[in-house]
């Protein structure tokens, strides 16, 4: 009777120490699964920071290029700062064109529709800052070959043609960039906000 008794409270032990042990595992793996997802979204909010600090950044950028630009007007051959006319060259073109956007694209899928329709306008007004630079030179070259002009509209053809490129190229482009990145901006934001509602919800799970 004792020997079945104690057979009995053993395989209870045993009983309970395996259902202790599953339940520690279990907690164990739900833990670790929690403080992944804390740390997934931590990165992430950390990479939406980076990203919505870097089109503030290209926003400034653009439009100090817009000014560098149209300082082209005062412009005296070697003295004067010219902008990239290369829209592949510039930071927001790299990235456009470069590995960052795949990997960015992968976080927030609705920024690939917008960084595609950037593509044009940004392409615009880079080439347009290639064609007012050429208008400006070849202005500067006709009034060195010929003197000073023999008319007014001829000495202020090379302006002419350059104030015609930014009003109808140059600005509107920089405008649509600016406005697409304001959204892009909203949709970062959008998307920031639920990582960190998300982190919080899981971090009073574990509380």
């Not at 300082?71 to 990239?84: I, N, R």
């Not at 990235?95 to 960052?100: L, T, V, Y």
């Not at 899928?109 to 880079?126: G, I, R, T």
């Not at 509209?153 to 109808?168: E, K, P, V």
């Amino acid at each position: 009777m004792k020997i079945k008794f104690s057979l009995n409270f053993t395989k209870r032990l045993y009983g309970i120490l395996i259902v202790f042990v599953i339940m520690v595992i279990a907690v164990s793996i739900i833990s670790f699964t929690e403080i992944s997802k804390i740390n997934r979204l931590s990165q992430l909010s950390d990479s939406l920071h980076e990203l919505k600090a870097f089109f503030k950044q290209k926003e400034a950028d653009h439009l100090k290029w817009l000014n560098t630009l149209q300082q082209a007007f005062f412009f005296e051959s070697g003295t004067k700062e010219k902008v990239e006319v290369d829209h592949q060259k510039c930071s927001l073109g790299r990235f456009i064109f470069g590995p960052k956007r795949k990997e960015y694209a992968k976080l927030i899928p609705e920024l690939e529709a917008q960084l595609k329709s950037m593509e044009a306008p940004h392409q615009v007004l880079h080439s347009s800052a290639k064609k007012i630079y050429a208008a400006l030179e070849k202005k500067a070259a006709t009034e060195n070959a010929e003197g000073e002009a023999n008319t007014p509209d001829q000495g202020n053809s090379g302006n002419h043609t350059a104030l015609q490129i930014i009003r109808t190229e140059t600005i509107p482009s920089v405008e649509k960039v600016q406005r697409i990145i304001a959204q892009m901006q909203v949709q970062i934001d959008n998307k920031l906000e639920e990582a960190v509602l998300e982190k919080d919800h899981v971090i009073e799970r574990m509380e």
